[in-house]
Antibody, heavy 124, light 107 residues
Framework: EVQLVESGGGLVQPGRSLRLSCTAS????????MTWVRQAPGKGLEWVGF??????????EYAASVKGRFTISRDDSKSIAYLQMNSLETEDTAVYYC???????????????WGQGTLVTVSS | DIQMTQSPSSVSASVGDRVTITCRAS??????LAWYQQKPGKAPKLLIY???SLQSGVPSRFSGSGSGTDFTLTINSLQPEDFATYYC?????????FGQGTRLEIK
């Protein structure tokens, strides 16, 4: 069974940093692209970023709202994806979901498995 | 960026009804469209990918259609567990974009 478990969320002050982790199990992590999606309280889904598998260079894509502040990385030996968030803003307050990317076009993908989410609150 | 517009934003229906939700892309995305269901406090769940392919384990009362810019999610014979919020998502290109969501409520 595919499982994705996020951790690392919490309360952080504006301007500070936080790193989220997504621990995967039940599939060959290194073969899959991974994505982070967030949802602000009471709002819709917002894509944050994407990391390709090493087979496709392990390269990343980011939403304009986080580009230059957030970095996605992966450790295939541990089956973990990371979301490093720097210079956090109050607008980054959201539940952050880790997802497995599947059914990909030459561009992006849809997401077949989701973690339970971890809440990040940015507030002074 | 490709904008995804869902309609309606909310809909009320009864158990046993048939409901249709539409999603329009601001430019052509071939069949690279997915539909998700989200219940309060839970993660989204993939229902449909590539516009009409049913994700494993999803009941057959859910179906999707469309290509290009116009897409539809249909739920036949609504069940109590279907009352939730539904999102479309384009999987054609980056940045990935979602529709604003359609809330399906019990009448």
């Amino acid at each position: 069974e595919v499982q994705l478990v996020e951790s690392g969320g919490g309360l952080v002050q504006p301007g500070r940093s936080l790193r989220l982790s997504c621990t995967a199990s039940g599939f060959t992590f290194g073969d899959n692209a991974m994505t982070w999606v967030r949802q602000a309280p009471g709002k819709g889904l917002e894509w944050v970023g994407f990391i390709r598998s090493k087979t496709y260079g392990g390269t990343t894509e980011y939403a304009a709202s986080v580009k230059g502040r957030f970095t996605i990385s992966r450790d295939d030996s541990k089956s973990i994806a990371y979301l490093q968030m720097n210079s956090l803003e109050t607008e980054d307050t959201a539940v952050y979901y880790c997802t497995r990317a599947r059914y990909c076009s030459g561009g992006s993908c849809s997401f077949d498995s989701w973690g339970q989410g971890t809440l990040v609150t940015v507030s002074s | 960026d490709i904008q995804m517009t869902q309609s309606p934003s909310s809909v009320s229906a009864s158990v046993g009804d048939r409901v249709t939700i539409t999603c329009r892309a601001s430019q052509g995305i071939s069949r690279w469209l997915a539909w998700y269901q989200q219940k309060p406090g839970k993660a989204p769940k993939l229902l449909i990918y590539t516009a009409s392919s049913l994700q494993s384990g999803v009941p057959s009362r859910f179906s999707g259609s469309g290509s290009g810019t116009d897409f539809t999610l249909t739920i036949n014979s609504l069940q109590p567990e279907d009352f939730a919020t539904y999102y479309c998502q384009q999987a054609n290109s980056f940045p990935v974009t979602f529709g604003q969501g359609t809330r399906l409520e019990i009448k």
